[in-house]
């Protein structure tokens, strides 16, 4: 029986042509391809340095979602997060209420370990209480707190004591090396003295000397050393109130932040509020209590309005420099 030959192909079609042996040259030899893309890129940029040059990374406000443009670059893009973050962690606080604010300016105390316990600083234009007994350091976190703004942040301050001359005041702060008196005479620091009846008589006018000196050296800052000393001319609660609301109102309208002192020997276990403490911004309580044969100090930040604090106490020592708080130690 005679054998078909096998094809290779599917009947009805063409066989394949064999492929001929001769090589075509499609493409040029790799030095002279160098050559002519050299002639034709000369004088314009390479595509990864415009790629480069077109490459941004933008973040959106709304979404926080990271918008890319031209080539991707992950550290580029890490960067841009991190900035993103940083602007945030700084703009936004929550009040007690939770309600949201952007773009609050804080009055730092540039106290160590203190302003990044309660995000950053006092609002701006706000009074605050420092209560504490004797021996604390109610003014010692004062007077730091205007010769910070002064060197660190060139914020002029104004200190007013109800109890002691400038001359005593001083001598009190001597030992610490913030040059007060050069201050003074600089017209960045100034210190007054006056009666808590002087004070009365000032507010009843709407601030007189008070609010000039404040518009003399443009102070931001403000510390009233005590505001014991000003509540014990009224015996009535209700007059304490109307008197202490007309010194805040004061206080806000010459746009400045303002510390108060108050004596009162605070209990760490059980706080009981007192008047000024409700009406008052913020409340920080020093402490200075007797543990074993010695005694510790510590802050608690008890009250800020309009900001996240945290509730812990706070080991607080008084140094050759200053006050320091140490927020990522315990006390007790």
Known sequence: MER???LFFEEGTA?????????TKRYAPAKKVAK??????????SKKKALSKKTTHQIGVKSGKVQIKGAFDMGAVKKA???KLQKRELQESFSDEGEFFIGEKRVATGIPGLDRVMEGGFRINTSNLIVGGAGCGKSIFCMQFLVNGIDKYNENGIYISFEESEDKILKDFEKFPWHLKEKIKSKKLVILSYTPEQVAKVLSVGGGTIRDTIESIGAKR???DSLTAFTLLHENEL???KELLKLFESIYKWNVTALLTAEHEPDPDRHESNVLEFEVDGVILLYNVR??????RSLEVFKMRGTKHSAKIYPMKITDNGIIIYPDETVF
């Open 15 to 23: 066989p394949r042509k064999k492929a001929s042996s001769k090589k």
């Open 222 to 224: 403000i510390v009233i």
């Open 36 to 45: 002519k893309t050299q002639k034709k890129t000369k004088g314009k940029p």
């Open 291 to 296: 543990k074993g044969d010695i005694r510790e």
């Open 81 to 83: 997060i991190e900035q």
């Open 4 to 6: 078909k030959p096998r």
């Open 239 to 241: 007059t304490k109130r």
